[in-house]
Every structure is written in C-alpha cells, then in structure tokens.
C-alpha cells in the first residue's frame, strides 16, 4: 500500500458572495513531498492556503474537496479542524510580529499546543517545548521561553512561530511568504531552519511566496497562479528551465539578479506589462490574455485548461515558434 | 512590575494633592469672605468676624489649608458650621448608600457589557447582534433619570414590585434596603452596560481580527476557544481603559438617581450643603469623591500592569 499523500485538493473555489478569488485550483502534495506556490499578490495564493486550513474569513467559502489524512477538510465543522489544526496540519503565517499572542510567555504559546494536542500534562509540555526551541537554535532557550513576544527580535519570533507549527510533527505545513517581514540577513537562516525541520520530520511543506529562489532551492515541484488559477505545474527544474506559460516566463524574466539589474540606470529588468485584474473584472477567456504577448482571440474566448505539458496556454512558450515556421 | 506601581502611587499622591489645592482655591479663594457668605447678606459685621475667627477663617489661606489637609489625613473632615457635627460622621452614613449603589451599577453594567458586546461583535450579521447595537445606541441616548423614572414606573407605581424610592436603612431592614436600592442600581447599570456594550463590541472585533488570534485557531483552538482564552484576554486591556474613565461619568449619575429616588446618599449630602452654604463639608465631601474616583483609576492602571505584560515591563 502507498502512503496516502499529505493533501489532495480537488477543483476548489474559494469566494466571497459571487466574487471568487480560487478558481478550480486542484493539485497534489504526496506524503514528504515539497510544492511552492508562486504568483502576484491577489493571484489567490494566500486564499488557497487559508481554505486549506479552514480560517477563511468571515463571509468566504470554500468549495471542492480538500483530501487530508482521509477526510474532506472543506465539510468539517470548526470543531473537527481545531483537532486537526497545529496537529496533521498546520502554518506559518507571514507577519510574526502581529502573529504572537502579546500577553503571553513565548514558551508557554508552545507548550499549549503541545499540552492541547498530544495530551501531556503542562510540566512535560513545557520541557518538549524548550526542547523545541533548542532545535530552532534560538539562545539562552530556558530564559527566552519566560519572555514575551515584545521582548524579542523578529526572527526569534518567526522561529517560535515554526516550532509551535511542527510541535505536532504535523504531515503538513504552508508556510506563507514566511520571510518577506523579516530582515533580508535573518530570512535566509529562518529559511535554511524550515527546511531542515520539515525535512527531519518528513512534514509535507507547501511553500507560498514569490521568491522564485527561495522555491528552486526548497521544493520538488511548483505552481504557479494567475487570478485564481494554477496556470502551470510541474518539477521545479523542468518550469524554472523550461517555462511553458507566457506568465511563467514573466514571472522568470522579471527576476533582479547580478546581470540584469545595471547600475548605470540602463536597466534590463522586464516586467510584465499591465496588472492583476481585478476579480470583479476577470477577463473572458484566459484571465491573462491581455497582457501576453501571445494572445489570440482564441485566449480571448476559451479558457485553457491545464496540459499534460504542464500549462494552461493555448500557445505555450516554445510552440508558438513552431506554429509560426 | 515594583518599578511600575511605585511610579503609578507616586502619580496618585501628585495628583491628589493638586486636586486638594484646586479644590481648596476654587471654594475658599472664588467664594469671597467665607464667613460673610455662611451668615448671608443681613450680617453684621461684628458677627462675620466672630465667626471668622471661631472658625480661623481670618488666617492666611495657605494656613488654613494645611490645617484642613493636616486634618483630612488624620480622618477628620472638619465640622459643620450650622450643627457642628463632624462631617466624618454626616459622610460614613451616605457612604453605606452610595458605595453599594455605585459599585452595585458598575457590575451590573459590566455584566450587561462583556456578553452583550461580545455577541453582537461576533455576530453583527445576525438579527440579535443588529438589536444589541441598536439598544446600546437608544441606551447611550436615553439619560439616566428618565431611566430611573420609567422603571420606577412601571415596577413601583404599575407593578409594585419595588419601593418608587426612599431609604430602608441596613440596620433597619437588611432586605429594605436591598430593595430600595434595585432600582436605581438597575438605573444606573443600564445606561452605563449600554455606552460600555459599545466599547465592548470595539475591542472584540479590533481583537478577533488580530493575527495572533488566527495564530491561536490555527494551533488547534476552536473560534470559541481563541475568543474566551485569547481575544477577552486581549480585550481587557482597552475595557479596562475605558471602565476608568467612565467612573466619573458614573458618580454623576449617581448625583441624579440618588434625587430621583430620594435615596439620602452622599451625592444628595452635598446638593444640600451647597444650598446650605456649608462650605467645609462641601470642601471635604468634594475631595472624598476625587479621591475615590482617583484611586479607582489608580486600581484600573495597575490592572493594566497586571493584564499587559507590556506595560508591566516597560521602564
């Protein structure tokens, strides 16, 4: 028998009334396994993730089937996610300043969720807990699981924030842009710890953000998404070498690195021309026919679906040279 | 945290003193001749100066305010010039009326506010949540005497469940006097439950869309959980804010329902003395309240200590 993988998402819709910000996002996550999910802010990333974990906001819903250690998450009740929260299934958040309950001890915060989850009593909590931070290598751990969050730095934060995520050796974890609030010196640490965690635990790891990087360096597979949809999917090298998608390549081109960013102001960085549509006005069509450069009134009509080549385009980069000659 | 309530004590005492100071400048230094105002206009000279001077009104100011400071520390709030009774004695027998009432109504208050406001934070889409908003806002309108009528209407004149008002003194009648006082603690609870059901309802939804709280369902909390372990405990901290500043708001409410209720408490005292041009036990009477009022404050911040580990810590 196979391991079951740690989460399966199947054509899920995420919504506000009839505005949907996810729209028939389905993709695979195996036991172990490592995704990043890639896209513009309001491309529904950070959407996706919270349906996953049930803490929608107020007035969204989710639609579909979210498959998770053998239950459909989309159609529990609050009562049986929070059992499953922090425990199988559970996330980093991006902001570890605001994400910390200010009024109490940063070791007691992961020591309940041990205490909550894994039923030991609180002494023992709180020692698996200072345990946890060793491993996080935060310092001095028995006096900095007596502080409170106002009284330590921001990667310390993030840090506690991990180890209250994988306090239940959770078979997943999405961790959302877990290091865009911190400094650029701390993110690389805090980066290199996640990975390391995740990976000693065999925790499933869904990465959301849009550090292309920071995805090479960490996940097996990528997905990235455009206004709601994943336009293109597959092995990490054969997308970032290979992109299929027009918005991939993009994405790709639009990359600073040491080459293209010229200091004498004569700039190579492209961008991708035009912006995120709004949901209340989604193109009809592919959602970024107007702005490809290889639109056709074709894109303008039908929406594509996902490929066995791994894009939702009906001109995918490389063919068209092929169609043209 | 000793750092914090020493600084906190400090700033009482400062702050009483000032009070004492104003107090005294504003009756003794604004009213004239205080002895030709006690005597009223038909007196004679020879009398105002007997007076002055039984009452050692001739001596300069600062004097008199230190032997007036000088006493109130030792408990004695000078006497009356008409009776000569001891204005510690006119004082303890109103306290045993408004202390109940005005603590009586401000947890009546908070029992209303704390649930009241919670639901209708988490539930403004839902019809009860819109009708707890809207009677917080008629309660917030409604003043406090009209309050106390109606309810003296309908449950002492229609119903005659309860006393319209007057005092049953507690050694009298324990129950006659709890009796007297429902009323008006009703009063006064529900026009203050009503302007802090709105406080209430603020701070709750400011908490509950916090990240630490998504943080605290995201661990394994259910949306009750995250509310009752994290979010009140967070809400506490502006709540008690706002309680603080709203005692003074309550002692004048208490001025009101103790008239409309006939209830002889210390508020009525000094509306009386007033009148009477009792100068010293307005004097006296007036501090007490400040005095109260400020110590309440004092225990609402170091509450706040003890709820914020922020403040606590903070140099």
């Given at each position: 028998m196979t391991?079951?993988?740690?989460?399966e998402?199947k054509?899920?819709?995420?919504?506000?009334?009839?505005?949907?910000a996810?729209r028939?996002v389905?993709?695979?996550?195996?036991?172990g396994?490592?995704?990043?999910?890639?896209g513009?802010?309001g491309?529904?990333k950070?959407?996706?993730?919270?349906?996953?974990?049930g803490?929608?906001p107020a007035?969204?819903q989710?639609?579909?089937?979210?498959?998770?250690?053998?239950?459909?998450?989309?159609?529990?009740s609050?009562?049986?996610?929070?059992?499953?929260?922090g425990?199988t299934i559970s996330m980093?958040?991006q902001?570890?300043?605001?994400?910390?309950?200010?009024?109490?001890?940063?070791g007691?915060?992961?020591?309940?969720?041990?205490?909550?989850?894994n039923g030991?009593?609180?002494?023992?909590?709180?020692r698996q807990?200072?345990?946890?931070?060793?491993?996080m290598?935060?310092?001095?751990p028995e006096?900095l699981?007596?502080?409170?969050?106002?009284?330590?730095?921001?990667?310390?934060k993030?840090?506690?924030m991990?180890?209250m995520?994988?306090?239940?050796?959770?078979?997943?974890?999405?961790?959302d842009?877990?290091?865009?609030?911190l400094?650029?010196?701390?993110?690389?640490?805090?980066l290199?710890?996640?990975?390391?965690?995740?990976?000693?635990?065999n925790s499933?790891?869904?990465?959301i953000t849009?550090?292309?990087?920071v995805?090479?360096?960490m996940?097996?597979?990528?997905?990235?998404m455009?206004?709601?949809?994943?336009v293109?999917?597959?092995?990490?090298q054969?997308?970032?070498?290979?992109p299929?998608h027009h918005?991939t390549?993009g994405l790709?081109?639009?990359?600073?690195?040491?080459?293209n960013?010229?200091?004498?102001?004569?700039s190579?960085?492209v961008?991708i021309?035009g912006?995120v549509?709004?949901?209340?006005?989604?193109?009809?069509?592919?959602?970024?026919?107007?702005?490809?450069?290889?639109?056709?009134?074709?894109c303008?009509t039908?929406m594509?679906?996902l490929a066995?080549?791994?894009?939702?385009?009906w001109h995918?980069?490389?063919?068209?040279?092929?169609?043209?000659a | 945290m000793?750092?914090?309530?020493?600084?906190?004590?400090?700033f009482f005492?400062l702050a009483?003193l000032?009070?004492?100071i104003?107090i005294?400048?504003?009756i003794r230094?604004?009213?004239g001749?205080?002895a030709?105002v006690?005597?009223?206009?038909d007196?004679?000279?020879?009398?105002?100066?007997?007076?002055?001077q039984q009452?050692?009104?001739d001596?300069p100011?600062?004097v008199?305010y230190?032997?007036?400071?000088?006493n109130?520390?030792?408990?004695?709030?000078?006497?009356s010039?008409?009776?000569?009774?001891?204005?510690?004695?006119?004082?303890?027998?109103?306290l045993?009326?408004s202390?109940?009432?005005?603590v009586?109504?401000?947890?009546?208050?908070?029992?209303?506010?704390?649930?009241?406001g919670t639901?209708s934070?988490?539930?403004?889409?839902k019809?009860?949540?819109?009708v707890?908003?809207?009677l917080?806002?008629?309660?917030i309108a409604?003043?406090?005497?009209?309050?106390?009528?109606?309810?003296?209407l309908?449950?002492?004149?229609?119903?005659?469940?309860l006393?319209?008002?007057?005092?049953?003194?507690?050694?009298?009648s324990l129950w006659?006097?709890v009796?007297s006082l429902v009323?008006?603690?009703?009063?006064?609870?529900?026009?203050l439950?009503?302007?802090?059901?709105?406080?209430?309802?603020?701070a709750?939804?400011?908490?509950?869309?916090?990240?630490?709280?998504?943080?605290?369902?995201?661990?394994g909390?259910?949306?009750m959980?995250?509310?009752?372990?994290?979010?009140?405990?967070n809400?506490?901290l502006p709540?008690?804010?706002?309680?603080?500043l709203q005692?003074?708001?309550?002692?004048?409410?208490t001025v009101?329902i103790e008239?409309?209720?006939?209830l002889?408490?210390?508020?009525?005292?000094?509306l009386?003395?007033?009148a009477?041009?009792?100068v010293?036990?307005v004097?006296?009477?007036?501090?007490l309240?400040?005095?109260?009022?400020?110590?309440?404050?004092?225990?609402?911040?170091l509450?706040?200590?003890?709820?914020?580990?922020r403040v606590?810590?903070?140099r």
């Amino acid at each position: 028998m196979t391991t079951p993988p740690a989460i399966e998402v199947k054509n899920l819709t995420v919504g506000y009334e009839d505005l949907n910000a996810v729209r028939g996002v389905s993709f695979t996550l195996p036991a172990g396994g490592r995704m990043g999910l890639v896209g513009e802010s309001g491309s529904g990333k950070s959407m996706t993730a919270l349906a996953l974990m049930g803490l929608l906001p107020a007035g969204w819903q989710a639609h579909g089937e979210v498959l998770h250690d053998g239950v459909n998450l989309v159609s529990q009740s609050d009562r049986v996610l929070s059992s499953r929260r922090g425990r199988t299934i559970s996330m980093v958040f991006q902001d570890p300043m605001s994400s910390l309950n200010p009024v109490r001890r940063v070791g007691d915060q992961i020591a309940d969720v041990i205490h909550r989850h894994n039923g030991v009593g609180r002494r023992e909590a709180m020692r698996q807990a200072v345990d946890l931070m060793v491993q996080m290598n935060l310092p001095r751990p028995e006096q900095l699981a007596r502080s409170y969050p106002h009284q330590i730095s921001g990667g310390q934060k993030q840090r506690i924030m991990i180890a209250m995520a994988l306090a239940c050796y959770p078979q997943l974890i999405i961790a959302d842009e877990p290091t865009t609030a911190l400094d650029v010196t701390v993110q690389k640490q805090v980066l290199r710890l996640l990975n390391a965690a995740t990976r000693e635990r065999n925790s499933a790891l869904l990465m959301i953000t849009h550090d292309l990087p920071v995805i090479a360096a960490m996940c097996d597979t990528v997905a990235v998404m455009y206004a709601g949809r994943i336009v293109e999917y597959g092995p990490v090298q054969d997308v970032f070498r290979n992109p299929r998608h027009h918005y991939t390549r993009g994405l790709l081109d639009s990359q600073p690195t040491m080459d293209n960013i010229a200091l004498d102001g004569s700039s190579r960085l492209v961008s991708i021309p035009g912006m995120v549509p709004p949901l209340q006005r989604l193109p009809s069509g592919c959602a970024f026919n107007p702005r490809c450069p290889a639109a056709t009134e074709k894109c303008r009509t039908e929406m594509p679906e996902l490929a066995p080549n791994g894009a939702a385009c009906w001109h995918p980069v490389g063919a068209v040279q092929v169609v043209e000659a | 945290m000793p750092v914090y309530i020493a600084r906190k004590l400090a700033f009482f005492l400062l702050a009483v003193l000032v009070a004492s100071i104003a107090i005294f400048l504003l009756i003794r230094g604004a009213g004239g001749n205080v002895a030709a105002v006690i005597l009223g206009k038909d007196a004679t000279a020879e009398a105002i100066n007997a007076l002055a001077q039984q009452y050692g009104l001739d001596r300069p100011l600062f004097v008199q305010y230190f032997d007036w400071i000088g006493n109130l520390l030792q408990g004695d709030l000078g006497r009356s010039f008409r009776t000569n009774e001891p204005v510690t004695d006119l004082v303890v027998s109103r306290l045993s009326i408004s202390i109940p009432l005005c603590v009586s109504g401000l947890i009546l208050g908070l029992v209303i506010a704390i649930p009241a406001g919670t639901y209708s934070a988490l539930n403004s889409d839902k019809p009860l949540g819109a009708v707890i908003a809207l009677l917080s806002q008629v309660g917030i309108a409604v003043p406090v005497f009209w309050a106390g009528i109606l309810l003296s209407l309908l449950f002492g004149v229609r119903l005659g469940w309860l006393p319209t008002g007057g005092w049953t003194n507690w050694d009298v009648s324990l129950w006659g006097a709890v009796r007297s006082l429902v009323l008006p603690v009703i009063s006064l609870g529900l026009i203050l439950g009503a302007s802090l059901t709105r406080y209430v309802r603020s701070a709750v939804l400011d908490v509950m869309n916090q990240d630490y709280v998504r943080t605290a369902r995201a661990t394994g909390m259910t949306r009750m959980q995250a509310l009752l372990q994290v979010g009140l405990r967070n809400a506490a901290l502006p709540i008690a804010t706002v309680v603080g500043l709203q005692i003074a708001e309550l002692i004048g409410g208490t001025v009101i329902i103790e008239t409309v209720f006939s209830l002889p408490g210390l508020s009525r005292m000094i509306l009386a003395n007033v009148a009477a041009r009792e100068v010293i036990v307005v004097q006296s009477t007036v501090m007490l309240i400040i005095i109260f009022v400020m110590f309440i404050n004092l225990i609402v911040d170091l509450l706040y200590g003890v709820l914020d580990p922020r403040v606590r810590l903070a140099r």
